[in-house]
C-alpha cells in the first residue's frame, strides 16, 4: 500500500507548480521608476498591451501569478472600487476576459502607490501570445494610472461598448506581470502513473 501512495504522490506533484513566479512583463524598473502623480486619467477603461517572450521548458507553461500597477484615485466620497480586467487579444484589441480583478484604493495613501492583485484563477499566458490588462473606475477621472519608467507607449481607451487603438498616442499605465511555471497539462505518461497506482492499491486490498 505504501508503494502505491508512492506512485500517487508522484503523479499529483507532476501536475503542480514547479518553480517560483517568473517576470513575463515589465515597464518601470527601480533604475526607471513609474512616473508617481501623472499618468492616465481614466474616463471609462484603459487598456495596455504586453507579450509573454518567456519560453517555458517543454511539457510546462506560464500560468498568471498576480499584477502590479501604480496608481491613485482623488474621491474621497466613494469606495474607490477600482476594476482590473486581463483580456486576450482580439483583432488587435482586448477580446474576452480572462480574468476580472476588484481593489479598493485609499485616496489618503501616502508614499508611491503601488498596488498587486494576486490571480485566484491563473488562467494560463502562451509564450508569443498577446494579453491587455485593464483598469477601471466608476468615478469619472477618479483614477490615475501612473505613466510608466521606459516611456513605452501603446493604449486602447474603451468608450462605450467599443475599444479604440491608437498605437504610439498615449504612455502606457505602469505595469508590472508576474507567472508560475506549471506543466501545460496532465501528461499521458502521469495519467497512465496514477492510474497504475490506483489500480494496484485497489488490487492489494482486494488481494487482503
Same mark, same amino acid.
Given at each position: 500500500?505504501?508503494?502505491?501512495?508512492?506512485?500517487?504522490?508522484?503523479?499529483?506533484?507532476?501536475?503542480?507548480?514547479?518553480?517560483?513566479?517568473?517576470?513575463?512583463?515589465e515597464?518601470?524598473?527601480?533604475?526607471?521608476?513609474?512616473?508617481?502623480?501623472?499618468?492616465?486619467?481614466?474616463?471609462?477603461?484603459?487598456?495596455?498591451?504586453?507579450t509573454?517572450?518567456?519560453?517555458?521548458?517543454?511539457?510546462?507553461?506560464?500560468?498568471?501569478?498576480?499584477?502590479?500597477?501604480?496608481?491613485?484615485?482623488?474621491?474621497?466620497?466613494?469606495?474607490?472600487?477600482?476594476?482590473g480586467?486581463?483580456?486576450?487579444?482580439?483583432?488587435?484589441?482586448?477580446?474576452?476576459?480572462?480574468?476580472?480583478?476588484?481593489?479598493?484604493?485609499?485616496?489618503? /495613501? *501616502?508614499?508611491? $502607490?503601488?498596488?498587486? +492583485?494576486?490571480?485566484?484563477?491563473?488562467?494560463? #499566458?502562451?509564450? %508569443?501570445?498577446?494579453? !491587455?490588462?485593464?483598469l477601471?473606475?466608476?468615478?469619472?477621472?477618479?483614477?490615475?494610472?501612473?505613466?510608466?519608467?521606459?516611456?513605452?507607449?501603446?493604449?486602447?481607451?474603451?468608450?462605450?461598448?467599443?475599444?479604440?487603438?491608437?498605437?504610439?498616442?498615449?504612455?502606457?499605465?505602469?505595469?508590472?506581470?508576474?507567472?508560475?511555471?506549471?506543466? /501545460? *497539462?496532465?501528461? $499521458?505518461?502521469?495519467? +497512465?502513473?496514477?492510474?497504475?497506482?490506483?489500480? #494496484?492499491?485497489? %488490487?492489494?486490498?482486494? !488481494?487482503?
Amino acid at each position: 500500500m505504501r508503494l502505491s501512495v508512492f506512485l500517487i504522490a508522484c503523479a499529483l506533484l507532476a501536475s503542480n507548480v514547479l518553480r517560483a513566479n517568473t517576470l513575463i512583463y515589465e515597464n518601470y524598473t527601480v533604475i526607471t521608476p513609474y512616473v508617481n502623480g501623472s499618468g492616465l486619467n481614466i474616463v471609462q477603461e484603459d487598456a495596455v498591451p504586453f507579450t509573454v517572450d518567456v519560453i517555458a521548458p517543454s511539457g510546462s507553461a506560464y500560468a498568471l501569478s498576480d499584477i502590479e500597477f501604480a496608481g491613485s484615485v482623488r474621491n474621497t466620497e466613494s469606495l474607490n472600487r477600482v476594476t482590473g480586467k486581463l483580456y486576450d487579444t482580439v483583432n488587435g484589441l482586448p477580446g474576452d476576459v480572462l480574468e476580472s480583478f476588484n481593489l479598493t484604493l485609499d485616496p489618503n /495613501a *501616502s508614499g508611491a $502607490p503601488l498596488y498587486q +492583485l494576486t490571480s485566484l484563477t491563473n488562467p494560463v #499566458l502562451a509564450t %508569443g501570445q498577446e494579453y !491587455w490588462f485593464g483598469l477601471s473606475d466608476p468615478v469619472t477621472n477618479d483614477l490615475t494610472w501612473f505613466f510608466n519608467g521606459t516611456g513605452v507607449s501603446n493604449v486602447a481607451t474603451l468608450s462605450g461598448s467599443t475599444w479604440s487603438y491608437s498605437p504610439g498616442q498615449y504612455s502606457q499605465g505602469a505595469l508590472v506581470v508576474n507567472a508560475e511555471l506549471v506543466t /501545460a *497539462s496532465p501528461e $499521458p505518461a502521469s495519467l +497512465l502513473l496514477l492510474g497504475g497506482a490506483l489500480a #494496484l492499491g485497489l %488490487g492489494r486490498k482486494l !488481494w487482503k
